[in-house]
């Protein structure tokens, strides 16, 4: 028995491979067991390599998983670039109506033939996803159950295409059991307490930020961040609420701008080439002191880039992402929950110091599909600003860190001003003033500084410090480490900037802190380093997550490399 | 220098058209709190960067909000917070450079979404703050210090922008006129959509056309500005075209679209058309119980 089971479904962008995976996940996540997805695509609309995956567990799912136990491949490409990945004991099943394969764990459908003869011809990845059914012994009234719920939507024809589907499933683990081949058994599902949700990542971002009580949302379209705004245009519709699609990424900022310093909780989403757009807006955010959010969903690249990969290569702009003396705060969610919270911490920060925040998050977590315990709402902690009651007068602007924010239609008129300005907003170029104004701006920093973070072993001199969503794989990596007795220390947070003080204080006494980051130049470790922090990176530059034991080979690598050249010296 | 605040240290040249114009707005905004019985806290002044954008601090007497923003950014800050707040009245101040150059991808988009504020437009043919650079409005062949051989590009015909991207309501003035501009102000002020007084006022340092706008009847040259005739009917777009395309100056409103509902007005019929309310954050996490 086995307790975990990786499916790829790989083909060609139009082809179904990434509602493939997630068919599967959905029926498995119906029935009990913990699923998460991941896909990747180019950045086109039909054709070009796609891949969709799910991965199926019994325990708690880290990452999407390393080796596949079953590829399916829907032409030659797929197979020649993904089958290297296929676990030793795996299977591959593919179309063989498109190319013929010589492997002996190779499986050949006639999916589409097989699908036009289960009278739904649409159904081919139904005979596909029944085919994995009978290699992983996953019980096929799982499937049936969940697509009887699917297709039942109240439409004349529904019953029709319910039957199809439920044929094509017959058809496609029949044809696999006569192959007589199969994978080690899946365990069953363990019971799970509490309420279960299936939820995407850009999903759980948009419900944090509506939790904490979201205005007004306003965005360009964009990959990998589009989702955020389609899911707010259907959803954040009350009628003090507004959602409204900008002209570009200079439009949604500024708006955002004009929606803050109107009093209201403002977010907006975006990608890199969105975020390089914002630079100019988010200094005025910054030097004016309005509270609005960016969700930066980042990808590959600059410029373009790779559109639809995922990487972790925005910190640094993230932090600094225009001109002067600046450092906007950032919130990286780690996992899907984390998402949730993280955008609802993101509106908080925001509220609390009075300023732009940063919520920073990847393709890979914002595309994901994950089950997950539906957040305890009774831990949601809503901030709003503090609001001015006329009594400083014009002075917006006074005092040496945050001070009563003044809503326009009530008293304490001021100009918010992007110009170096005095206590009423109105422009100077005195350097007492600039001064001034400059430490007030930093010191409201010092609200945002006690953010929890995780730390395990913590004796160990040598530390893991992963960001955003490379915690799974390496917390699965130093789960495995420890196991094997391996002296290392976890740490993690999401709140990027600033650091946790007592995380830094921490930090501060390793020998080394290793932070594996999808990026070329290990941002997050250049950024500790400049803090006196003996830190150095893990990169990848892929446009694909960490796999947990690539992972963990290369900790050891690094690990054992010093303690050899320890005994030496 | 504003009377609110000592330390400010920015001044307008003397006989700077831009002078004329902050009158009017302060009469104007003042005579609407009065009217309304509203607070004039109510309106905000959203300001581009230039020496025109400098209007939003040196408002004398009762002060409204403003947003001294970035460069060319006044109509999207605009956008955003009459979206989000339709209660207030939104104001923007804004230069030829800011509003014709840097920030003309914006007008386009506002004007499609008809957006209920009022632009100013200060042109003065010129960078002012920038100390005299060519800007959209600058005549071909003039010599400014980045037109060494006199202009090469034809002028931009702001009025004519306008009507084609598709603005409601837009009148044209001259700064000197300080009385009929705050009526103009006023009447786009309580116009629903998006408006534009688009305002000549010039530039006494690097662009002065103060003579060529009035004439000389004496040696008989023609004002370049002159009042737009009673029978004018401002609802006809043609005609509104017509004194847009005039290679001389109309005063006066040219045009005002009859059916105009503004932005927000269009989000609340929608919203009351498709019966969309507020779901709770448990009602739609309900949509994705598993
Ligand atoms: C992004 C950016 N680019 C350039 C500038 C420099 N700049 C400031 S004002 C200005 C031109 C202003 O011209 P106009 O809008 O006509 O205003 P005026 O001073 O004539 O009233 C420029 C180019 C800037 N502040 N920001
Ligand atoms: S430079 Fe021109 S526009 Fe600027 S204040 Fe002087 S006269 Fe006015
Ligand atoms: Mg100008």
Known sequence: ?569 | MSKRNPEYDFKWCPGCGDFGVKRAVEAALTDRAATLSQPIENSVIVAGIGCSGNLVHLQEGPQPFGIHGIHGRTLPIAYGLKSSRPDLNVLIVSGDGDFLSIGAEHIGPQAKRNIDVTAIIMDNGVYGLTKGQASPTTEIEVITSTTPYGKLDDPSRPLETYLAAGVSFLASTLSTQVKAMQQLITEAMEYPGFSIVHVQSPCTTYNDNYAALKGNEKEGILPMAYPIEEGHDAGDIDAAYRLARDSRIPVGIIYKREDSIPAHERLDLARERTGATQKSVEELFQTMAI
């Open chain 1, 1 to 569: 028995m086995s307790n975990n089971l990786v499916v790829r479904f790989a083909g060609e962008g139009g082809q179904g491979v990434v509602g493939g995976s997630e068919i599967l996940a959905a029926a498995a996540a119906a029935v009990g067991y913990h699923i998460l997805t991941f896909s990747t695509f180019p950045s086109q609309i039909k054709g070009g390599p796609a891949w969709g995956q799910a991965r199926i567990s019994t325990e708690e799912i880290l990452s999407s998983g390393d080796e596949l136990d079953v590829l399916v491949a829907l032409n030659q490409y797929a197979y020649d670039h993904n089958v290297e990945e296929l676990s030793s004991t795996g299977f591959v099943v593919y179309n063989s109506e498109e190319f013929e394969l010589d492997d002996p764990r190779a499986i050949g459908l006639p999916a589409d033939q097989m699908a036009r003869d289960a009278g739904n011809p649409r159904a081919a990845n139904m005979i596909v996803i029944g085919a994995v059914a009978q290699l992983a012994d996953f019980p096929l009234g799982y499937l049936e159950e969940f697509v009887t719920k699917r297709f039942s939507r109240g439409r004349p024809g529904d019953e029709q295409i319910i039957e199809g589907n439920i044929k094509a499933l017959h058809m496609g683990a029949e044809a696999a059991k006569e192959l007589g081949m199969s994978l080690d058994s899946l365990e069953s599902p363990k019971s799970i307490e509490g309420e279960r949700i299936l939820i995407k990542g850009f999903e759980a971002a948009c419900l944090g930020a509506i939790a904490a009580g979201l205005d007004s949302f306003i965005g360009y379209p964009i990959s990998p961040a589009t989702t955020m705004l389609v899911y707010m245009e259907s959803n954040l519709h009350g009628s003090d609420k507004f959602v409204g699609q900008a002209s570009s990424e200079i439009e949604s900022i500024a708006s955002l701008i004009g929606a803050g310093f109107s009093g209201k909780k403002v977010m907006t989403s975006t990608a890199g080439p969105g975020l390089s757009l914002m630079g100019e807006g988010l200094g005025l955010a910054w030097m004016a002191e309005i509270p609005l959010v960016v969700a930066n969903i980042q990808r590959g690249g600059p410029a373009t880039g790779l559109p639809t990969k995922t990487e972790q290569s925005d910190l640094i702009v993230a932090i600094n992402p225009g001109h002067g003396d600046m450092s906007v705060p950032v919130i990286a969610p780690g996992t899907i929950e984390e998402a949730f919270w993280a955008a609802a911490d993101a509106v908080n920060w925001a509220e609390r110091y009075q300023g732009p925040v940063i919520l920073l998050s990847e393709a890979s977590i914002a595309e994901r599909q994950q089950d997950i315990l539906k957040p305890d709402m009774s831990k949601l902690v809503v901030e709003n600003r503090s609001v001015s009651d006329g009594s400083e007068g014009n002075e917006r602007y006074k005092g040496d860190a945050v001070s009563p924010f003044p809503v326009p239609g009530g008293p304490g008129a001021y100009v918010a001003n992007g110009s170096e300005h005095d206590e009423q907003g109105d422009t100077t170029h005195l350097p007492d003033v600039h001064i001034r104004m400059t430490e007030r701006r930093f010191k409201k920093l010092e609200l945002l500084m006690d953010g929890h973070y995780e730390a395990e072993n913590t004796d160990s001199s040598i530390a893991l410090l992963p960001w955003g969503s490379s915690k799974g794989p390496t917390y699965a990596a130093f789960q495995s480490l420890r196991s094997k007795g391996e002296d290392i220390a976890w740490y993690y947070t999401m709140y990027l900037n600033p650091l946790p003080t007592a995380l830094l204080d921490e930090l501060l006494s390793k020998d080394l802190v290793l932070v594996p980051e999808l990026s070329y130049l290990g941002q997050l470790a250049q950024i500790l380093r400049a803090k006196g922090i003996k830190a150095e990176p893990i990169t990848q530059y892929t446009g694909l997550p960490f796999k947990e034991n690539v992972l963990e080979a290369r900790i050891t690598e690094i690990v054992q490399e010093r303690a050899g050249r320890m005994l030496v010296s």
